[in-house]
């Protein structure tokens, strides 16, 4: 499985970005999608993921905030980014994974800069 990710950049405090992940390959074993993020001396943290038949998760500090979602159709899966925060300063990084084997797949980062 291969991820392509998109859609990182630049914007001031309280602005929007979407994230795009656009996955090929060998997708019918893959079980679910997401985003991670690495801030600077941070470790990488699971940002939010949306499985197969629809159910989500997103880590604390965006929820209400981000939005995932997925165009099956497309193999796309999207992170709609509003009322953005300094601290989501980071590189966002495309996961794709199955369950057996258990197996994870990963996008090269896409930098994402709240500037203040």
């Known amino acids: 499985v291969q991820l392509q990710a998109s859609g990182g950049g630049l914007v001031q405090a309280g602005g929007s970005l979407r994230l795009s992940c656009t996955a090929s390959?060998?997708?019918?074993?893959?079980?679910?999608m997401g985003w991670y993020r690495q801030a600077p001396g941070k470790q990488r943290e699971l940002v939010a993921v949306?499985?197969?038949?629809?159910?989500?998760n997103y880590a604390d500090s965006v929820k209400g905030r981000f939005a995932i979602s997925r165009d099956n159709a497309k193999n796309t899966v999207y992170l709609q980014m509003i009322s953005l925060k300094p601290e989501d300063t980071a590189v966002y990084y495309c996961?794709?994974?199955?369950?057996?084997?258990?197996?994870?797949?990963w996008g090269q980062g896409t930098l994402v800069t709240v500037s203040s």
């Open positions: 996961n794709a994974g199955q369950w057996l084997p258990k197996k994870d797949y």
């Open positions: 390959g060998s997708i019918f074993s893959v079980a679910y």
């Open positions: 949306i499985r197969n038949g629809g159910t989500t």
